[in-house]
Nanobody, 120 residues
Framework: QVRLVESGGGSVQAGGSLRLSCVAS????????MAWFRQAPGKAREEVAR???????NYADSVKGRFTISKDNAKNTLYLQMNSLKPEDTAMYLC??????????????WGQGTQVTVSS
């Protein structure tokens, strides 16, 4: 059973920074995707950033240059460094993982989320 637990959310003013963490346990895939998603009330879930087992990364256009995804394999931990935060970044942030099937990532396992609130 794969388990993902996020932490690091909080309330900050615009222009501030936060670092989110996601500790993973359970089964490991040879080839995998790990990602951060966010969901705000009344809005669709959005993929913010993704990192594969080969360390390749992808970012949503809205966060490029401001957010950085990384992982520490020894600690089984995924990170999201968020800088220059904007009010529109306010959302519940969730981490997810699943196998990488030729570039397609069916995110089967999800964490419960950590809230990020950015004030003007």
């Amino acid at each position: 059973q794969v388990r993902l637990v996020e932490s690091g959310g909080g309330s900050v003013q615009a222009g501030g920074s936060l670092r989110l963490s996601c500790v993973a346990s359970g089964y490991t895939y040879v080839s995998y995707c790990m990602a951060w998603f966010r969901q705000a009330p009344g809005k669709a879930r959005e993929e913010v950033a993704r990192i594969d087992s080969d360390d390749s990364t992808n970012y949503a256009d809205s966060v490029k240059g401001r957010f950085t995804i990384s992982k520490d394999n020894a600690k089984n931990t995924l990170y999201l460094q968020m800088n220059s935060l904007k009010p529109e970044d306010t959302a519940m942030y969730l981490c997810a993982t699943g196998p990488n099937v030729g570039g397609y990532c069916p995110y089967t396992y999800w964490g419960q989320g950590t809230q990020v609130t950015v004030s003007s």
